[in-house]
């Protein structure tokens, strides 16, 4: 079932998401849920903060070398945690949340990610290029932070002016 996806300029967004206790049923169909948003909107990645939950859960599906999204390549991260940054990427990001908006964004080049899967099992795992992007970008949102914050201030000013005009364009159409 698709979910509704919470949009900028929402202060829901800038809550910081608490950790997941319990690994049952209702989590996985939330998982689940969160895969049909995410894949019904296009979208590589999405935390759950953005469909208005606030648990430390978000989900990434990364194309292959085709450009193909598979299911089997799917991963469900639940209360992760970085370690072993090094390195610097820049990456032109985009977000279900801000639509419409690519903006250069400098991360890690290379990480150390842990965490658990829907059933409470522990991984680890090394990440370089738009999976450590990737990564990054949904764990910015489990604490309450977009990817147009780390923008400097007067492509931040830009952005603000011309998704204004785009929102009255919207509620105008
Ligand atoms: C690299 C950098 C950041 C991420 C985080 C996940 N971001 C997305 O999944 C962005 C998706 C996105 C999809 C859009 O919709 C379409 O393309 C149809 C979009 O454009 C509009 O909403 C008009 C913007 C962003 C992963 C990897
Ligand atoms: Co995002």
Redesign the pocket.
Same mark, same amino acid.
């Given at each position: 079932m698709k979910l509704p996806i919470v949009v900028y300029p929402n202060k829901r967004l800038k809550e910081i998401s608490k950790e997941v206790t319990e690994f049952d049923a209702s989590l996985h169909k939330f998982l689940d849920d969160m895969y049909d948003t995410?894949i019904e909107?296009?979208?590589?990645?999405?935390a759950a903060i953005q469909v208005d939950v606030a648990i430390r859960v978000l989900i990434?599906s990364?194309p292959d070398e085709e450009g193909e999204q598979s299911y089997d390549e799917l991963l469900e991260v639940i209360n992760p945690v970085l370690s072993n940054m090094t390195g610097t990427i820049v +990456?032109q %990001?985009?977000?279900?949340s $801000?639509?419409?908006? +690519?903006e250069d964004i400098e991360r890690y080049e290379k990480l150390t990610l842990t965490y658990f899967d829907r059933h409470g099992k522990k991984n680890v795992i090394e990440a370089e290029g738009?999976l450590s $992007?990737?990564i990054q970008? %949904?764990i910015d949102h489990l604490n309450g932070k977009l990817?147009i914050e780390k923008l400097p201030y007067g492509r931040r000013k830009k952005f603000e002016k011309e998704y204004k005009k785009l929102q009255k364009q919207k509620t105008r159409s």
């Open positions: 995410m909107s296009n979208g590589l990645g999405l990434l990364i +990456y %990001e985009g977000c279900l $801000v639509p419409t908006f +690519y738009l $992007v990737a970008h %949904e990817f």
